[in-house]
């Protein structure tokens, strides 16, 4: 079982951006702590570029993607028609509890299209992703 | 670690209620199989009426419970002040995809005072808040 | 052919409760005078507690319920779901005509999944729901 | 006793247009149907004209109106003013539970004006505002 | 000078209808006063039609209009394109005072392109748009 | 191929009307050209009463009708209703570029209930509308 | 006969400030003008504080107040409660036509508690309001 | 005079729930201080349970009642309906100033049928209702 | 303990103006009562002009301020920040239940930075302001 | 006569993504086809980079542009300036209809800047546009 | 080169107020710094009276006015006006970052009719407009 | 000290676009105007891809950021979060006035994140912001 993280805009600043909300340890040194206590092959995708996501997740062959779209949650439209678009099964994560922050944050304009919604659980929410395909495929 | 599962009005009705929405399992049924694989001590209250919820979750000295308030989510106040108010955590879940469903259920007064949400995997909704539970303590 | 009526909130007080608005008849002498006259088999519910609405409807096996929720009417989505969920189909009525009055009045949750709506009629809007219940066995 | 029943737009394509939501029984049909069983005297008007709706409306002598504007339901601010204006006491009805409908189908600019409203019954709602008619008078 | 008055719908029944917001003179007898009394040459138009009054503001030749459009007012863009299409100067009055009565009728379609309003002043509004339009002309 | 074009209040006026915004040639010169030019064979209605325009639809038995709504276009549920209840498809056109006019013209009640709409190539836009019909029968 | 006219803030700019919506008369040289031909007697009070207009209403003992309050029109509930509490009726005036203006300018706090309006008239619009007082006498 | 406190749901929490708003002291204890030092006779009520509110008020005879109704204040009809039904005064109180919350909580339901609102004092808003009884009866 | 009593807009008319809302006793005439009976220091200042309420407040010496700020409570952010920035107690009273009224006075720009808000009590509303200042400082 | 067509993201997914709404043939293989059929000079280009088509717009000598934004047709306001800043004309299309999809499909930032609109019409609105630029060149 | 500062409400308690918002240094202290240190001729006005802020712009005859309305900037359509109706350019400036803020302080009732606005910079604001007065004649 | 100008998309169009707005100089030239005379170490970017922006921010080791967004300024989350991640003090800055534009130009996502804005005082707001960042380190 093939599993795609896919994260936006500056997830790549984690734990150097707003660790008061964000924790402070980066996503790459926790991708590979995850990596090898994951029963799933897992591979990863980072860009700040709207673009880039779509084209990624179009490529997509993975038999699931947890994607943390980032501040394009709340912006996106191409991002959600290309979710709606493809094959695999989407998860959407957040690491914060977005109902909690600003009013612009509260609305998702993908969790409509994905299969379903894990957030506030700070980085287990990617752990929680992985577990739903895990015991989905059971 | 004793988790509460708590569920809201007219959940006992599952399994009979709209099953192209919440599947043909009753909750009971359910429970039962989730008690026997979990490493946690799972109980379980049902109530159609908001006061005994509040109730509930005020008497309650769990180390988790996970809440699906139903009807509520979108309507109580005063469930959502129970919550903020008692000192065990509680994980929000929904067995639908809410935000798919009817503009009124896009909006959880819980939300903002949980520690996190869940929703859109079916029933597996409470297992990965379970989950969430078993690797939270670690 | 067996009908129920279920009165919510304060529909107790009828006939002390605002007589400007809701006449000055209790509601229990009307139901008596209602089931001498009416061909079919009239039961009552009232309650002020919401669960207890929600707890009456699931059980009901009547052919038909004639609903008049009060203050519910506005607020309630757990009240909602529990008309969706149940099969015996169920008619909406008001006493006043609740365009009338103040604009948080003017919403019904329940509207979208009850059969029809009666309002404006006093005490008749009951008579006119049984006389539909009676039309539509024909 | 005199009613005259006030058909507004569309409504002449009764039987032809939507059956899913309307059935496919013409009105004319069913209106003549109604006139034999019916223990009222009853007239019949339709226009898609709004102004030739309120001409008749001002014209009328009978003793009750059952009024289904169709479209102008929503919008007709006109018809709104001449119902408020007349003297004889007019029921609104729809064939069509309109607040299952488009949200813009969910307020009459009518209801604060008539007696009261009956929907959702088919063509069964004209039936019910006769027999308001009928009891009321008793 | 030449000046047409037009009243839309319902203004047939003045004298009659709802006396406690418009008086109880019919417009009739009113306008065969102003004839008498005035120094422009009066003529006058109602209908209870929106397309008719339309066809009446686009044939005219007369030095002014004055405009009570009734229910119109409120909802009739197609109005207001055909007073901003013609040539002839219109002012548009109330009888009532709009602003004191229900929320849909404070907005006037017709306001931004008339020459200017005139409302509140009962009859007496027609008679300040004819002397508008008298010392216009000096 | 037989194809109605339907004109709504105020565009008899063309021509004359407001030339900055619609050009100075009347539709009527417009239409003749149309005729000639044509391979289909067109005809033409256009009244300022919304009801002509709704008997003109419920009783066109052509292959397509091109409808410029006017100001019903913001306005008429009645002839939105009409448009969905007729066989013959509706292709919706404007002169003018909607969008960039006031707020109220931004939004069609028709838009949802025809094929498609074409808006801001000037009288052009009704000669996409006739290509369309002519490409579509291919 | 005695009338107030009374004007708020930056209408002692009259004739200087924004010529193309004012015109370029001083308000003080119209008086004048006004108080020779008028049959009434006029006074004139201005100020750019919303207390000083406050004071001067109340303290005010004429037969009628014709007001332009400026800017304060739109945001003075303290002058709106003034104008409601003092006895002498008032009449509000706008030189321009206010609805074609900026959306905050549509909406007056005043209109609902004076007895009629009249705007868009320029200077004129203060000649009709003392045609009122004059011709309500009689 | 008799005089009947009522608490809605949570307020058995006080002093246990979010101390940094409420305060550290339970209600209870706090009571037993006022029923010490009052002249008036003071009995009290709390509940979790709306109905059980709404039941308790119904049945009041007392000669005024101080109400806090937490959570339900926002959002319950059925309440509001019932202090607009009975006879007994009530006087509408909250510890916290709740417009210096959520926005949800600026907005009471009850206020427009109470007396009068006493909100920000801490518990002393509770004394200052009683104060209110006392010199009211003078 | 010096207490002083600020009255906004209007007030001056109390006794005089809408007695129906405000009762007819003058403010001064009151406030000579509440002297005599008062156990603390009072003192009283009334203007129409929003900055000189602002003045008075800020050159407050006062144990505590009991601010009616009529009509600009409203609308004046000038007059929140003084109370804001000032270190003396406010307590904000209104004489009727301002929820009862218009739509515009439910909402108070000043109660969010006041200790807290008493209204409906008719002058009483006083008598209960200086009761909490008497009894906080015990 | 040369003409630029430009699709924004997911539509190269056509003929894969969502057939039920856009069909199922891919946007090469009828791009190919028009080249064919056309009078007019075509190339295209598509990127799913918002930036990638504001540089192919801004670089653009081509005597017309058809733009299919796709999901930045509701959300970019970078796209729209673009599209006003260059010098050659734009003409937006749709495959859908996008009033009949979600809301938020219903407005398009970039409908004010073009010269007009086509859409609902599948892969013809790309054929209209195109006769657009033949017949305007006329 | 004469450059006027105006200041309106609450800016003289400038080192007093809320001083983790507006910092502790007084308005007079810093202005004495800036003129000493300034190349152009600066005078200051303070006031916290609507009115007299009116006067004072209406009577200036500067080469720049530098702005800063404290809460009369989101509220006074008056001054706005004043603004627009004077020669005098003039620059709007705040101390705070006003969009961090509430809600209400985002919108500026002024910066639609100034030459551009500087906020957020603590007292340099002032300097910044200051700057741009000497860098805009050169 | 080293200052970064990031610019968004279509400011490379600059004195090509819309001139009557942006003025008809192009940025380079401007830029490199400013570098001559400016006492600090200035550098420049441009984008029209949102990504590259914020990989621009993120990369950025200088004293100081100047960043107009352009159309970004007004949707873009993700170039406000990384805003707000990034440690470079950040000054927003805009050409025109844009609260004198189309309303969504009228709320910026990043004003609440960085120090301070300036905008309308064409390309001078540049050197505005230089100014602060010399003033600032002194």
Redesign the interface.
């Known amino acids: 079982m093939k599993i795609l993280i896919v994260n936006?805009?500056?997830l790549?600043?984690l734990g150097?951006?707003?660790p008061q909300i964000y924790g402070n340890q980066s996503f790459e040194a926790y991708f590979n702590e995850l990596k090898i206590e994951s029963k799933v092959e897992l591979s990863y995708f980072q860009?700040?570029?709207?673009?880039?996501l779509?084209?990624c997740l179009?490529e997509s062959d993975h038999d699931g993607i947890i994607l943390n779209a980032?501040?394009?949650?709340?912006?996106?439209?191409?991002?959600?028609?290309?979710v709606?678009?493809?094959a695999v099964p989407v998860v959407e994560v957040h690491i914060s509890?977005i109902?909690?922050r600003e009013e612009?944050?509260?609305?998702?304009?993908l969790?409509?299209v994905?299969?379903?919604?894990?957030?506030?659980?700070g980085l287990?929410?990617y752990?929680?992703a992985i577990?739903?395909f895990e015991?989905?495929k059971r």
Do not use: M, W, Y
């Open positions: 936006g805009p500056n790549n600043l150097i951006r707003e860009s700040n570029i709207e673009g880039e779509i084209n179009q980032g501040g394009f949650t709340h912006t996106s439209v191409a991002l959600r028609d290309c709606a678009a493809i509890n109902t909690k612009f944050r509260h609305t998702s304009l969790s409509p994905v299969v379903g919604c894990i957030f506030g659980f287990k929410s752990e929680l577990h739903f015991i989905n």
